[in-house]
């Protein structure tokens, strides 16, 4: 049994899962914190056509992937892994760290973004945007500047004592060679990311890494502009401008009433900028400390 601590919870998995650091088995811990991956090889085709399906309940569904599998996720604490024989691990395990997980924080009553999530002085905050907007390289971008990484990809939100917080996933980032170089550094052990685009590559970040929850500061949509630019955003229109990042936007999936509620909820409590940066790597440690000015300039503000 290899176990793994993610995003509050222990994973057990008959199978080794790539990426991620094992830890002993918590034979103390509520049932609650356990969730269970059981795998089996299957002959049978996952799906028809080339589109990744999710179907099912909210509380037991079904993630069908083309030649790769079907995984079956339950009551948030359990993962049945069908794998086409055949189907490279690698894959299986990026499906399983991607989509599954994000259905299995759905479960667990997380809103479930996507979105890099930082800590910095003391309060989280999240970066989302379109794809190639750099929610990956801007978040670490500010490693070197004092912040720590609580999530890349995926952010999950949870409530304590009705404040949104946000969760410590694992100690990995997606990043291209030439963003490393200027956050990084390159002299680190990485894992293959075979779904991953720009021929990125996800590095091992445990000296950067948080691994306890905190709650969350604001929302950063980042954007590109030759004039750089940090514009409030409030009522309505933040929750427009942020319901493209709902994990489960764009997907077919029961529960969108839910997800529109734990939106609403997380958007009274933190405030939504949108984030205009100069394009370029060169402009890339400018603009971190930028941003880290900006958020420590919130936290001033927030303390009596």
Partial sequence: MFC????????????????????????EAPSSRKVHVRWVATSESSSNGDAVVVTGSPQEMQVSVPR??????????????????????????????????????????????????????????????????????????????????????????????????????YPMMRLHPDVAVRTIGVDRPFCPQPLAKLEKKGYLLDDFFEPKPYPIKAIYLLDFADL???????????????????????????????LMERLTRLLHHVSVFRFRRRPGLHFLEQEALRLKNHATSLQAESKP
Avoid at 14 to 22: I, K, N, P, T
Avoid at 228 to 244: K, R, S, T
Wanted: net charge negative; proline share 5%.
């Fill in 228 to 258: 750089p630019d940090i514009i409030p955003i409030g009522g309505h229109q933040a929750l427009v401008d942020c319901l493209p990042y709902l994990y489960f936007q764009h997907r077919q999936f029961a529960g969108q009433a839910v």
């Fill in 4 to 27: 793994y601590d993610i995003y509050g919870f222990t994973i057990a998995s008959d199978v080794a899962l790539s990426g991620l650091r094992e830890t002993p088995f918590p034979q």
């Fill in 68 to 169: 790769i599998g079907m995984f079956a996720i339950r009551d948030g604490d359990r993962v049945l892994v069908k794998a086409v024989h055949g189907a490279d691990p690698d894959y299986v395990c990026a499906y399983l760290l991607g989509v599954v997980l994000g259905v299995l924080l759905h479960q667990r009553g997380m809103l479930v973004l996507h979105a890099s999530c930082i800590m910095l002085d003391g309060a989280a905050c999240l970066f989302a945007g379109a794809m190639g907007a750099g929610k990956s390289t801007f978040a670490a971008s500010l490693l070197p500047v004092g912040a720590r990484l609580l999530a890349d990809d995926i952010a999950a939100v949870e409530w304590r004592d009705g404040i949104p917080w946000a969760q410590a996933g």
